[in-house]
């Protein structure tokens, strides 16, 4: 059996271009203290492993391995309980099999996914927006199970697949900061 | 299959740094007096470019294609 893990940061910045989130396929899972690299010739530390399920009588859950180059970090310093403490924070992701096609969180319900739609992608040279060839089919909402303090409120997990024949429309969208 | 459509966006979008400079962006907005929020951060893919994340503002005064800031290079023509 293996286990769905997602590794993402609990700091705000500090990360180098060359490193980011991912997800794992694992049987086995992370422990506090683990160490791992988040993309980069550096290793990051787990800090705590918080499990999301459907429902509490469902077996389809999500690890996220939360991660930071502190070797201990107490909750309430984790970037979003310490910068904005009073905002539930949600964390969306858009995968397909092995594929971590998107990722980021959720402030307001503006964001949720949709099944049935594109999923959007923003070209970082040209500034612009587009449809990417894929496509939501379903989304489970999950809540933490087994967590006293959760970092995340919900985790929106939109299952995606492949839609090769969408033809991608690009509009130019504001300057970077 | 819905395509994204670019055109009914609604919400504003701005390329960052991190997290962090997400937060300092919406305060630097209300600071203007716009009536918006950080609405979404997504993660870009781990390239080789320093912005990493894409903060996305909702709200009466978010527009998407908006000219909020002069650009080095605007400044100097």
Redesign the interface.
């Known amino acids: 059996m293996t286990h769905l893990v997602f590794f993402n940061y609990v700091q705000g910045s500090g990360y180098l271009t060359n490193e980011g989130p991912h997800i794992a396929y694992l049987t086995h899972l992370p422990q506090a203290g683990d160490a791992v690299s988040m993309g980069g010739a550096r290793l990051w530390n787990v800090l705590a492993v918080d499990c999301y399920a459907t429902s509490p009588e469902q077996s389809a859950s999500i690890y996220i391995a939360h991660v930071s180059r502190e070797a201990e970090l107490p909750r309430s310093a984790w970037f979003w309980n310490q910068s904005a403490p009073q905002r539930p924070v949600d964390l969306k992701l858009c995968i397909a099999d092995g594929l971590l096609l998107s990722s980021g969180i959720l402030l307001s319900e503006s964001g949720q996914p949709i099944a049935g739609t594109l999923l959007p992608e923003y070209n970082v040279e040209s500034h612009t927006i587009s449809s990417r060839p894929w496509g939501i089919a379903r989304v489970e909402v999950m809540a933490p199970s087994d967590v006293a303090k959760p970092y995340y409120r919900n985790v929106y997990l939109a299952r995606c697949v492949s839609v090769p024949e969408s033809q991608t429309e690009t509009f130019a969208v504001a300057q970077t900061v | 299959?819905?395509?994204?459509?670019?055109?009914k966006?609604t919400?504003?979008?701005?390329?960052?740094?991190?997290?962090?400079?997400c937060?300092n962006?919406e305060k630097s907005l209300k600071a203007q007096g716009l009536k918006l929020?950080?609405?979404?951060?997504?993660?870009?893919?781990?390239?080789?470019?320093?912005?990493?994340?894409?903060?996305?503002f909702?709200g009466p005064d978010a527009a998407?294609?908006?000219?909020?800031?002069q650009?080095l290079g605007n400044n100097n023509s």
Do not use: C
């Not at chain 2, 929020?37 to 996305?56: D, G, H, K, Y």
């Not at chain 2, 998407?64 to 800031?69: E, K, P, S, Y």
């Open positions: 299959m819905a395509k994204f459509d670019p055109l966006e919400r504003e979008w701005h390329a960052a740094v991190d997290d962090d400079a937060l962006l929020w950080l609405a979404e951060i997504v993660t870009l893919p781990a390239t080789s470019s320093v912005f990493r994340v894409v903060a996305i909702d998407l294609g908006t000219q909020r800031f650009s």
